[in-house]
């Protein structure tokens, strides 16, 4: 699967790749371990209040709009 992660901070994403490197770790891996160690963290009630809430915030959205609008911005 592939994800993008918009808005991160330079510094911080240079940090979390140091931090992979030095777990010997692809970014990928580290990433993958990271959120998990966060979801262990979190009660399943408190999950589902956020999805809740990020739910809320969006308001309608559907994935096949979104993936449309970026391949409509693509440049080929």
Do not use: P, Y
């Not at 956020?50 to 308001?59: D, T």
Request: proline share 0%.
């Amino acid at each position: 699967m592939t994800v993008t992660i918009k808005g991160v901070d330079m510094e911080i994403w240079k940090k979390f790749k140091a931090d992979a490197a030095i777990h010997g770790q692809s970014i990928a891996e580290h990433f993958t371990n990271v959120v998990n160690q966060h979801c262990v963290s979190l009660s399943w009630e408190d999950a589902f209040k956020s999805a809740q809430q990020l739910r809320q915030k969006s308001g309608k959205w559907q994935g096949s709009e979104e993936i449309r609008k970026w391949r409509a911005k693509r440049v080929l």
